[in-house]
């Protein structure tokens, strides 16, 4: 796993965070609004240009790559199980205003003039990939063992082992799994 003395990269102070686990590379290049609500497992790396607003669960044997937004505020949340990866530019919407004509969109106006937020969930179940520039909405949950392929939307769950693309993301295969589970199992997960 790649850590900061390898990289010979400046790292972000994990001690912000509620809880980090051990050989954690997280770029100084990221904006964690809520590193108390984030929490993160070992042998991860994070890097640069995240944009995290949401509360945060990262699992064991992760990587964020870089410049990805994850947005929603502090009520919604991202969970990013074991052994999942997340390609770059990509977009995560736990949260977001409906934009149905109950209120203004905009975080700077008065709560009574609001939009309704819908406040939301993604979880990436565990063994999940996202590939880059991908766009998941609200409410999510990327089947254990699904791909996601470039430049996809996913508005709906996906099937698990199961691979999608397109807009919106459609199941094309099925992916095997034996291998990766076997390999899991030899690590103890």
């Known amino acids: 796993m ?20 051990e050989d954690v590379f997280i770029s100084a290049n990221v904006e964690i609004r809520r590193p108390r609500l984030m929490r993160v497992g070992s042998h991860v790396a994070i890097d640069s240009g995240l944009y995290l607003t949401t509360a945060a669960e990262i ?3 992760t990587h964020l790559g870089p410049y ?19 390609g770059a530019g990509s977009r995560l919407v736990c949260g977001s205003d409906r934009f149905l004509g109950d209120g203004f969109t905009s975080i700077t106006v008065p709560e009574e003039f609001r939009d309704t937020v819908d406040i939301g969930v993604i979880r990436c179940a565990r063994f999940a990939g996202i590939g880059t520039n ?8 990327i ?10 939307l ?10 999608y693309v397109g807009v919106p993301a459609r199941p ?5 799994r034996e291998k990766m589970l076997e390999y899991a199992r030899q690590m103890g997960y």
């Open 143 to 152: 089947g254990e063992g699904s791909v996601v392929g470039a430049c996809s």
């Open 134 to 141: 991908v766009v998941i909405m609200p409410n999510v949950t």
């Open 68 to 86: 990805l937004t994850i947005i929603g505020g502090a009520e919604s949340v991202f969970v990013m199980e074991d052994f999942v990866t997340i």
């Open 172 to 176: 094309v295969k099925v992916r095997p």
């Open 154 to 163: 996913v508005t709906k769950d996906t099937e698990p082992w199961t691979i």
């Open 2 to 21: 790649a850590t900061a003395h390898l990289l010979h990269s400046p790292a972000y102070d994990t001690t912000k965070l509620l809880s980090c686990g």
């Open 59 to 61: 699992g064991d044997y």
